[in-house]
């Protein structure tokens, strides 16, 4: 591993691209700590800790922490992830948006332009929601139009900055940037949560017991990453022959390949809709000041927040984790659905004149692939349940509350492996030995990113 690390960093333009991508992230952890004018940090924090509490654990670690700092960056990138989306959606929505995406390259600008414009309005929503929100708790140092004004703008700004950062790193760095700088958000989180299990289950405590349980933390964390790799690296690989062609005097096609499906098709994407659909209520209601109350509305609203769930003295509010593993099934369905098209792949190969070995081509194929892709959803939507609920579990039973948890995991590994595979490519390509096969190799790698 060492051996490769110094090995790319000989490379002229892989080490170029590796100091560019940290530079840039110290510029991203810079400006999250940079407050927004007009604006006490301390009763934002402590606002969000006392109002909110396990309601932003999600948007927190997306914003790695600033948020309740409320700094330039509080809205992080998470207008340009929700953009993204519904530039997604709308390609398969709007037929218009469809070819532009079969365009190719100039289309994808095209698409990608769109995007930015989506994410600024986007962050111009946001940035006035919590302004206005804040504003009426008397968090702002003076609640007025023109504050107000400066508030929206610098979050803004501050959204924007990091989607262009985000770009740059893409072009001029190691590749993923807005993936990376997600992932450098979620990250800075991790040290404090450490330290708040340290504090909760080790310090203070019998030897005996605080070895004990630095062990069982430790075993909890790894076993959860190890599958969480397995998960996202985890795929279905149906066999595609291809029939001969003789053109003159030479034979084209007879090839054999393959259709790679991931057991985890849709990645992410299920959690977050889930998880905003479960959340939202919470937070408009706390910012509205009606989060607290005794009546069936209040305990509808904690029967969805996630920090009640597993709480042996509360089962009812169970119902909600309950409520949570069905939408992630359906969002996995549902997602998949509409970026994967058996009858468009079956279509192609049978222009290609491909087929899949036993299967005629036509309608036999979409009806195989469809079987085969429903059952592959299911699995991987019962990977991403079993992720989501075991940080639920030590946290209601045990109140082992932080920020990360199986969301914030299958981002870190799936950009991780993603990030290592374009490095390790790149250093094939040069005939070094790359991150993931220390014997090296003469083939290329090729995940779904940000």
């Given at each position: ?33 940079l ?10 924090q ?31 990138i ?12 709308l ?14 390259e ?10 930015r414009y ?9 940035s006035?929601?919590?302004a206005?929100?804040?504003?009426r ?18 979050l ?6 990091l989607?262009?950062?985000?770009e ?59 599958f ?16 001969k062609k ?6 084209y ?7 790679p ?24 209601a ?13 305990k509808?609203l ?16 169970s ?8 939408l ?20 192609n190969?049978?222009k ?28 991987g ?16 039973v045990?109140?082992a509350n ?17 990030t ?19 014997r090296g ?8 990113g940000?």
């Open positions: 591993m060492l051996k490769t690390v110094r090995a790319a960093f000989r490379i002229d333009d892989i080490r170029r691209r590796i100091l560019y991508t940290f530079a840039m992230l110290i510029v991203v952890r810079l400006g999250s700590v407050p927004t004018p007009g604006v006490d940090p301390a009763f934002i402590q606002f969000v800790e006392s109002n909110l509490g396990d309601a932003f654990n999600l948007i927190e670690a997306f914003t790695g922490g600033s948020l309740s700092r409320f700094s330039i960056f509080a809205l992080s998470t207008p340009y992830i929700t953009s993204s989306i519904i530039m997604q959606l390609t398969i929505a709007i037929p218009k948006l469809e070819e532009m995406q079969k365009e190719g100039e289309g994808r600008k095209k698409i990608a332009a769109i995007t989506v994410t600024v309005a986007l962050a111009l929503i946001e006035t929601a919590l206005v929100g804040f504003g708790q008397g968090l702002l140092e003076e609640y007025s139009f023109v504050s107000c004004a400066i508030v929206v703008c610098t803004t700004a501050g959204s924007a900055f989607m262009w950062i985000g740059r790193i893409t072009e001029n760095g190691v590749g993923n940037g807005i993936s990376i700088v997600l992932l450098i958000n979620i990250l800075s989180r991790v040290p404090s949560d450490l330290a708040l299990l340290y504090e909760q289950f080790v310090s203070g405590k019998k030897l005996a017991q605080a070895g004990l349980a630095a062990v069982i933390i430790l075993a909890v964390i790894l076993v959860v990453v190890i969480v790799v397995l998960l996202q690296s985890g795929e279905r690989r149906i066999s595609v022959q291809y029939s003789v053109q003159g005097r030479k034979t096609g007879g090839q054999s390949t393959h259709i499906l991931r057991v985890n098709t849709s990645g992410v994407i299920p959690v977050i809709f889930a998880s905003s659909l479960m959340q939202t209520p919470i937070v408009i706390n910012f509205v000041g009606k989060g607290n109350g005794t009546g069936i509305g209040s509808i904690a029967g969805m927040n996630q920090n009640n769930w597993c709480d042996p003295e509360n089962p009812i509010y119902v909600g984790l309950l409520i949570y593993i069905l992630t099934i359906f969002f996995a369905y549902f997602y998949t659905s509409i970026t994967f098209n058996p009858l468009e792949i079956a279509n190969m049978k290609s004149g491909g087929f899949i070995p036993g299967i005629r081509p036509g309608k036999p194929t979409v009806e195989y692939l469809t079987k085969i892709l429903n059952y592959i959803i299911f699995i939507a019962c990977g991403l349940i079993i992720v989501q609920v075991i940080p639920f579990f030590f946290n209601g045990f109140g932080v920020s990360f948890g199986g969301t914030s995991l299958i981002i870190i590994v799936g950009v991780v492996l993603d290592i595979k374009k490095i390790e490519s790149q250093m094939l390509v040069r005939n070094y030995t790359g991150f993931l096969n220390n190799s003469n083939m290329s790698n090729s995940y779904l940000y």
